[in-house]
C-alpha cells in the first residue's frame, strides 16, 4: 500500500456498555453496541434534516455505484485500502440511531469490521452470459436492504470478465450517508492517477473570461437588470413549485410511474458514449457540457415516446411523428447548493482524521424538457439552453431545499417527506451530470474502466445520471422494468441523439463553407 501514499490508520473503537436504541426504519429494532455514556458527546452528532428525510418511508433511498476495473479485483488490496480510508470517515463508521427516550436520530459512532461489508460470491469465470449475470446481480441489490444494525455501506467484489471490464466493484450505501456529489468526491479522494500512484486524480473546473471593466453606469445598469431577472425567474420557479405540490402534474406518458414506483425493483443498466463527441457539440454551438446533456436528454426521451406512441397506436413505425400534442414532461435535476469540499480535503480528512464538510444539501429543480421531432435537430440544444439559462437566473434550487427544512421543522421529517416526494412524483424522471476526472485513475492499485453511479428509492421509473470519465461520458440509469421494458432501447436513443447532433454540427460547419 505504499504506493498508494495512504497511511495505514487504527480502526479500533472503544466500546462499553449496550445502549438501547432504534436502528431501524420501519423494521423490528435492534439493540447495537455503541459508545459508554460519558464519551457520547465526543463519538455522536446531531442527523442532519436530510438524513432525517431519507430514513422515512417515502425517501428512503439507496445509491450504488459500480466501477469496472481493467484487472481482476483483490479483495485483500481492497479491505486494506477500505481500512485505510472510508472507515476513517465518521459517516463510514458510524449508526443512524434513535434515541428512544428523546426521540431524536443521531449519528453514534461504533466499531467497523470491514470484513463485515465486503461481499465476494465466487463466480463462474467461464459463465454464458457475463453482462447479463452483472445486470441481473445489480439489479437484485435494488431489492435487498441494508442490514440496520452495521454502518450502512457495503461493496460487492465480482472478479467476472464482461464487455467493459476484467472485474467490478459495487459500492452500494444508504443515501442518509451524504449526497451524490459528496460521494463521488469521496470516492475519487480513495484514487489515484494511473501515471502518478502518489497523485490525487484532476477534475475540470469552468474556467472565468477576463472581463473589461464596463464603467459604473454600464456596471450598474447589468446588475441592477440581472438582480430583477434572479427575481423573475425565482418567483415563477416558486411558483410552478408549489403548483406542483397541489396539483401540477407531467402528462401520463410510458415514462411515468405510477403509484409505489419507488419501492419497485429496479433495473440498473449503463451505455458508454463519447465525450470528445459531446465536446465537438459544445465547441460548435458554444455550449456547456451540460447543455449538450439536456439536449440529448430531450432528444433521446422525445425519440423514445415516439416509438412507444407508434406501437400503442399500430403504426410500430420510429419514421413518423406518432406524438400526441401538449405531452408535459418534467425533469427532476438535482443541484448541490454548497461548494465542492474537493477530494484533497476529503482524502486529508480520511488520512489525518481531519475535518472537511460533509452532508446532503441538494436542491431540487424542475426542468421541462419539451418532447417533439423538430426538423433540424440542433433545436433540441437549443431549447435545452434556453431553458438551462433561465434556470441559472433563478434561485428555484435553493427555494425547494429551504422549502423541505422549513416544512421538518415545523411538521416533522414524516410529512417534509411526503411533500418532496409528491413533488418528485409528479414528475416524470430525475437527471444529473457529474464531473470526473480528466486522466485514468486507479482504485487501490486497480485501473478503472468506467463509472456507473445511480439512485433508487426515489418516486421515479427513471432515473438518469451522466457521469464523465476520461473521454468517455458514462449513461447509467435506474428504470422500472414494468414501466420501461426495453432500457437498451432508450440507451440507444440518447447514443443516436448525440451522434444526431455531431452529424448536425458537421454538415453545418461543411456549408458554412
Request: proline residues 5%.
Amino acid at each position: 500500500m505504499g504506493s498508494l501514499g495512504l497511511k495505514p490508520i487504527d480502526t479500533k473503537t472503544k466500546i462499553g456498555s449496550k445502549m438501547g436504541v432504534n436502528t431501524t426504519n420501519g423494521q423490528k429494532n435492534s439493540t447495537v453496541v455503541a459508545i459508554e455514556p460519558e464519551q457520547e458527546r465526543q463519538e455522536h452528532e446531531p442527523a442532519s434534516p436530510a438524513t432525517r428525510l431519507f430514513h422515512t418511508k417515502s425517501l428512503n433511498c439507496y445509491i450504488i455505484a459500480i466501477l469496472g476495473c481493467t484487472t481482476k479485483i483483490n479483495r485483500d488490496v481492497i479491505k486494506k485500502g477500505l481500512e485505510s480510508t472510508l472507515v476513517n470517515h465518521p459517516r463510514f463508521c458510524s449508526l443512524p440511531v434513535v434515541d428512544e427516550k428523546k426521540g431524536i436520530r443521531k449519528w453514534v459512532k461504533t466499531r467497523v469490521n470491514v470484513e463485515d461489508h465486503i461481499i465476494c460470491p465466487d463466480l463462474d469465470t467461464d459463465m454464458d452470459s457475463p453482462d447479463e449475470f452483472l445486470e441481473n446481480y445489480t439489479s437484485s441489490l435494488t431489492t435487498t436492504p441494508l442490514d440496520m444494525t452495521k454502518p450502512l455501506w457495503e461493496v460487492h467484489i465480482l472478479n467476472v470478465k464482461t464487455s467493459e471490464a476484467e472485474g467490478v466493484g459495487i459500492l452500494k450505501l444508504h443515501h442518509s450517508i451524504g449526497d451524490g456529489m459528496s460521494i463521488i468526491s469521496l470516492i475519487l479522494a480513495c484514487t489515484r492517477k494511473a501515471s502518478d500512484p502518489e497523485a490525487l486524480p484532476t477534475i475540470p473546473s469552468s474556467t472565468k473570461k477576463e472581463k473589461v471593466d464596463p464603467g459604473f453606469l454600464r456596471r450598474f445598469c447589468y446588475y441592477f437588470w440581472f438582480l430583477c431577472m434572479v427575481f423573475w425567474y425565482t418567483v415563477v420557479d416558486a411558483v410552478m413549485f408549489l403548483a406542483t405540490i397541489l396539483f401540477l402534474k407531467d402528462t401520463e406518458t410510458p415514462m411515468k410511474g405510477g403509484a409505489g414506483v419507488g419501492h419497485t425493483p429496479k433495473r440498473l443498466v449503463h451505455r458508454t458514449i463519447s465525450l470528445d463527441d459531446m465536446k465537438i457539440v459544445k465547441n460548435a454551438l458554444n455550449l456547456t457540457i451540460n447543455d449538450v446533456v439536456m439536449g440529448i436528454a430531450q432528444a433521446g426521451f422525445s425519440r423514445y415516446l415516439n416509438r412507444r406512441y407508434g406501437y400503442k397506436n399500430g403504426k410500430g413505425s420510429s419514421k413518423t411523428n406518432n406524438l400526441p400534442n401538449n405531452i408535459r414532461l418534467r425533469g427532476s435535476v438535482v443541484f448541490n447548493i454548497r461548494p465542492s469540499t474537493g477530494i484533497k480535503a476529503l482524502a486529508e480528512m480520511m488520512e489525518k482524521k481531519s475535518k472537511a464538510k460533509w452532508g446532503n444539501k441538494v436542491g431540487y429543480v424542475l426542468t421541462r424538457l419539451p418532447i417533439s421531432l423538430p426538423d433540424n435537430p440542433l433545436d433540441y440544444i437549443r431549447q435545452a439552453k434556453t431553458i438551462i439559462d433561465k434556470k441559472k437566473l433563478s434561485l428555484e434550487s435553493r427555494f425547494s431545499f429551504a422549502a423541505a427544512k422549513l416544512t421538518q421543522d415545523i411538521f416533522g421529517s414524516q410529512v417534509a417527506a411526503k411533500i418532496t416526494s409528491r413533488v418528485l412524483s409528479h414528475t416524470t424522471v430525475l437527471i444529473s451530470n457529474v464531473v470526473g476526472p480528466q486522466e485514468e485513475i486507479t482504485f487501490f492499485g486497480h485501473k478503472l474502466s468506467y463509472a456507473a453511479p445511480t439512485t433508487f428509492g426515489l418516486p421515479h421509473a427513471v432515473t438518469i445520471h451522466f457521469q464523465s470519465y476520461c473521454n468517455k461520458m458514462t449513461i447509467s440509469m435506474a428504470v422500472d422494468p414494468q414501466v420501461i421494458p426495453d432500457p437498451y432501447q432508450l440507451c440507444d436513443d440518447l447514443q443516436d441523439s448525440l451522434q444526431m447532433f455531431k452529424e448536425a454540427v458537421t454538415n453545418q460547419d461543411v456549408k458554412g463553407i
